[in-house]
């Protein structure tokens, strides 16, 4: 009997940020910060496959054509924000192997609701960034990027 070997997948989760193109675009190109660039191009390296946590349409594929809007999870109220955290890992859960290993590149307020809801599947889960500014993530990034 022939078994199949399922590896562990690294899925990189990236967090939208304000500064957008203008029209419809895929998801991968809407976003124009030097964060999101960099963000984009540590997980396109580093991991098989990424998506795009967006304040306004939840779990983002990268080709995904959407048009730009103004929301952040940043001052939404905390109901909606855990309404927001549950309807994207409904649909990570979905997408996800059992043993597959999570990078996340995110803010708190995208991460608070997320990660206790993810970690109940027993993913593994790594938030490399977690507790630096802006600036230092940046430097972090590019640091990473270097190697």
């Known amino acids: 009997m022939l ?4 590896y562990m997948t690294n899925i ?10 203008t029209g419809r675009v895929p998801a991968a190109d809407l976003y124009t910060s030097p964060w999101f660039r960099k963000a984009k191009q540590y997980v396109t390296t580093r991991c098989e496959r ?30 909606e924000r855990r309404a927001w ?5 409904d649909r990570l859960r979905a997408l996800l192997g059992h043993d597959d290993r ?11 609701f997320l990660l206790p809801l ?13 507790g630096l500014t802006i600036g230092r993530q940046l430097n972090w990034l ?6």
Request: glycine residues 8%; proline residues 5%.
């Open 50 to 79: 990424w998506y795009i946590l967006s304040a306004k349409y939840g779990l983002l594929c990268p080709d995904e054509l959407v048009e730009p809007y103004e929301r952040t999870l940043n001052n939404m109220p905390q109901v």
């Open 12 to 21: 990189g989760l990236v967090s939208c940020v304000g500064a957008k193109r």
């Open 118 to 130: 993810l970690s109940e599947g027993g993913h593994k889960i790594v938030v490399p960034m977690e």
């Open 3 to 6: 078994h199949l070997v399922r």
């Open 142 to 147: 590019d640091q990473q990027l270097r190697r």
């Open 102 to 112: 999570l990078t996340i590149l995110a803010g708190v307020r995208y991460r608070e």
């Open 85 to 89: 955290a549950s309807t994207v890992s």
